[in-house]
């Protein structure tokens, strides 16, 4: 008899969340009511899309993830959020420029309706932006408050069962954990002294862990990496999950540097470049904000490659990011790479990435995945850091003593076997050993 987690179902409405209604978030909204309409169809998905293998292969199990394990409903989801615009939903998604008109004048009522509340924001942290749809409050602790009441004021007036909040804003300035950000009570007391070691997302963060909703991490941002943010986490029985949707470039990376780790191929370099031209780009033209997103891109392919563990291939690799703003291409992103490999006998090979792509339409699902993925962590009784959910960032979060796990087959075997292990079913570890004896 199998026995997994007991679950709770997911009964009602559940409210998404979404600090920052620019391009990512508008496109996962729009897409989301043109599934339900029947008008689209959510690629990208694993929750909608996804199957999973259950038991040997020769009982054929295979249901969908989304038949599998209890999610929230895609027609039982409502949308809310914040931006520093005070543009609609429709307005911003045809500001973006990622969906086509015909497209979203299909759902002009329902995205108009979707109306964002005011920002907690500060043009000090994010440099290339200044918006007027923004908080006033005496100090950080305040504007912390009016954010609790905008999230019970969306639960109430949407008559929500739950709440999950997906960080969709900007990038902030490089910024480090201090011993501010180490416990709650030194953290509240550099809210109420609006000491700047306090950023925007942070004070959201802290607003979702205080009113026992879940926060998914988009952007690079500290946000809930700090030890104040995960012991709320911990102490309220919240999932938190980040950094940094791993969507363009990072994607391809995490596809290609684990297939050249598995035939021990060299590496002596690695030039990364992009030229992108929406809003993000605009923002991340700030060297400082660019740092952010530097770390967190640059990371990938040391914890992949183990330069330690195969100092022949990996340890002289030479790895460089490069972001360039270019409003002609606005969302469609290009983004080269150049990869120098080597093989037996240290002889060298090129390889070159070109990949045109749509950097709102790979993170769109990526947010739906993670919206009802953190749903069902809470209402499986999972709290803090939610490693499984590596796969759909680029600098995944890990427990204080862990590396964080990069290679995109190992975190998908990951979260297939949470998912596994939540309905008591066998954790597939591809062993066959039918001829030993
Ligand atoms: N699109 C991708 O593939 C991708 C991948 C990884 C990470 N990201 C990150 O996701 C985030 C969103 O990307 P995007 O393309 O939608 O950018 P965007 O600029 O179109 O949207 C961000 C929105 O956040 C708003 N904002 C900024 N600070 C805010 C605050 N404090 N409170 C509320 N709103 C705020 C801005 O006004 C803007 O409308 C960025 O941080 C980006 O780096 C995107």
């Known amino acids: 008899m199998k026995t997994g987690v007991d679950i709770k179902p997911a009964t009602g409405k559940l409210g998404i969340l979404t600090p920052g209604m620019g391009a990512v978030s508008t496109t996962f909204i729009a897409g989301c009511i043109a599934v339900n309409k029947g008008i689209g169809k959510p690629i990208g998905s694993l929750t909608q899309m996804g199957s999973i293998r259950l038991g040997k292969r020769t009982e054929n199990r295979s249901p969908l993830v989304k038949d599998f394990v209890p999610l929230a409903d895609m027609n039982d989801l409502v949308f809310g959020g914040w931006d520093i615009f005070e543009d609609n939903v429709y307005e911003?998604?045809?500001?973006?420029?990622?969906?086509?008109?015909?497209?979203?004048?299909?759902?002009?009522?329902?995205?108009?309706?979707?109306?964002?509340?005011?920002?907690?924001?500060?043009?000090?942290?994010?440099?290339?932006?200044?918006?007027?749809?923004?908080?006033?409050?005496?100090?950080?602790?305040?504007?912390a408050e009016q954010l609790r009441e905008d999230i019970r004021n969306f639960k109430a007036s949407n008559k929500l069962d739950r709440l999950v909040i997906v960080w969709c804003g900007s990038t902030e300035v490089f910024m480090q954990a201090s011993d501010v950000h180490s416990t709650v009570e030194s953290f509240e007391k550099a809210m109420r002294?609006?000491?700047?070691?306090?950023?925007?997302?942070?004070?959201?963060?802290?607003?979702?862990?205080?009113?026992?909703?879940?926060?998914?991490?988009?952007?690079?941002?500290?946000?809930?990496?700090?030890?104040?943010?995960?012991?709320?986490?911990?102490?309220?029985?919240?999932?938190?999950?980040?950094?940094?949707?791993?969507t363009g470039q990072t994607f391809m990376k995490t596809l290609l540097a684990p297939g050249f780790k598995a035939?021990?191929?060299?590496?002596?370099?690695?030039?990364?470049?992009?030229?992108?031209?929406?809003?993000?780009?605009e923002v991340l033209d700030d060297p400082d904000a660019f740092k952010t997103k530097e770390v967190s891109k640059l990371g990938v392919l040391e914890y992949i490659l183990q330069p330690k563990v195969y100092p022949d291939l990996y340890k002289e690799l030479y790895h460089?990011?490069?972001?360039?703003?270019?409003?002609?291409?606005?969302?469609?992103?290009?983004?080269?790479?150049?990869?120098?490999?080597?093989?037996?006998?240290?002889?060298?090979?090129?390889?070159?990435?070109d990949f045109l792509c749509r950097d709102s339409i790979l993170a769109a699902p990526l947010v739906l995945d993670l919206a009802l993925f953190s749903d069902l962590a809470m209402r499986a009784?999972?709290?803090?850091?939610?490693?499984?959910?590596?796969?759909?960032?680029?600098?995944?979060?890990?427990?204080?003593?862990?590396?964080?796990?990069?290679?995109?087959?190992?975190?998908?075997?990951?979260?297939?076997?949470?998912?596994?292990?939540?309905?008591?079913?066998?954790?597939?570890?591809h062993l066959g050993l039918e001829y030993y004896d």
């Open 92 to 143: 911003a998604a045809l500001n973006a420029g990622v969906l086509q008109k015909d497209l979203l004048d299909q759902m002009k009522d329902e995205l108009s309706a979707i109306k964002p509340m005011k920002a907690v924001f500060d043009p000090a942290y994010v440099k290339k932006l200044n918006g007027t749809w923004v908080k006033k409050g005496k100090n950080k602790m305040d504007l």
């Open 193 to 246: 002294e609006n000491d700047p070691a306090i950023a925007p997302s942070m004070i959201y963060a802290y607003a979702a862990m205080k009113e026992g909703v879940p926060f998914a991490n988009g952007a690079p941002n500290l946000t809930v990496d700090l030890p104040a943010i995960q012991q709320l986490a911990k102490e309220n029985k919240l999932p938190i999950s980040g950094k940094d949707f791993k």
């Open 263 to 281: 035939r021990l191929l060299g590496l002596s370099g690695w030039f990364s470049t992009n030229i992108l031209g929406n809003r993000d780009g």
């Open 320 to 353: 460089k990011v490069r972001i360039n703003y270019y409003p002609p291409r606005g969302d469609n992103k290009e983004g080269w790479d150049n990869i120098d490999i080597f093989g037996w006998l240290n002889y060298p090979m090129q390889i070159k990435v």
């Open 381 to 429: 009784g999972m709290y803090g850091i939610q490693e499984w959910l590596s796969f759909y960032y680029k600098s995944p979060m890990v427990a204080k003593e862990l590396y964080p796990e990069h290679d995109i087959f190992i975190q998908l075997m990951k979260l297939k076997n949470t998912l596994r292990h939540l309905k008591g079913e066998d954790l597939i570890t």
